[in-house]
């Protein structure tokens, strides 16, 4: 009789240790806690060019204007260089005499502003303006004449500006040289930072 008595009793006390081996110090196991915590800190981009980077340059979200609204709206501004005036009044097919460039954010107003090359008929870039959207439209902020120019954003936010240098006898395929500058928002406007030229080979 007494064997049955403790039977049950030996069961339970099993049971118990087999438990309490499973513990984690508080009586219950959490599945996960020993886990290591993720955490959001910011890898380092070890991409040094000016090319796109993930880490390095800020996602600028597309600027919202349209070509008819950036060519009306530098029409309209008793500041725009004639010889662009003068494309941009003949230009009855807007994306023959203008091209969207890159969506950037050099005015570090969260807001993105637009680079817009300004070009012949025949694709020969004369020049290129940034425009910055605001409520009443686009409006151009920043203005550069130059040769088959070309446009990008730097790591560091600024605008560098690639174009070509012709002389007088110079084809229109063969620049005689090229020309590198670096432009920066400051003291709210573009300055130039840079220049360096190079001569053709």
């Not at 686009?138 to 240098?165: F, H, M, T, Y």
Request: net charge positive; proline share 7%; charged share 20%.
């Amino acid at each position: 009789m007494r064997a049955r008595q403790f039977l049950p009793a030996a069961l339970v006390l099993a049971v118990l240790v087999v438990l309490s081996g499973c513990a984690n110090g508080s009586g219950l196991r959490v599945e996960g806690a020993d886990a290591p915590v993720a955490t959001s800190t910011p890898v380092p981009s070890i991409n040094r060019g000016f090319g796109p980077s993930e880490t390095t340059t800020p996602e600028v979200t597309p600027a919202v204007m349209t070509l008819p609204e950036v060519r009306a709206s530098l029409l309209a501004e008793k500041r725009l260089d004639p010889y662009f005036r003068q494309v941009l009044v003949g230009c009855t097919q807007i994306q023959r005499c203008l091209t969207r460039g890159a969506s950037v954010d050099v005015m570090k107003s969260g807001r993105s502003q637009l680079v817009v090359l300004i070009h012949t008929i025949e694709k020969f870039v004369i020049g290129a303006v940034l425009m910055a959207a605001t409520p009443t439209g686009p409006r151009q902020v920043w203005s550069l004449k130059a040769e088959q120019l070309k446009i990008n954003p730097s790591r560091q936010g600024d605008l560098v500006v690639e174009s070509q240098l012709f002389t007088l006898d110079d084809a229109p395929c063969c620049p005689s040289g090229r020309r590198v500058e670096v432009y920066r928002w400051v003291g709210g406007q573009m300055t130039k930072v840079s220049k360096k030229d190079q001569e053709g080979d």
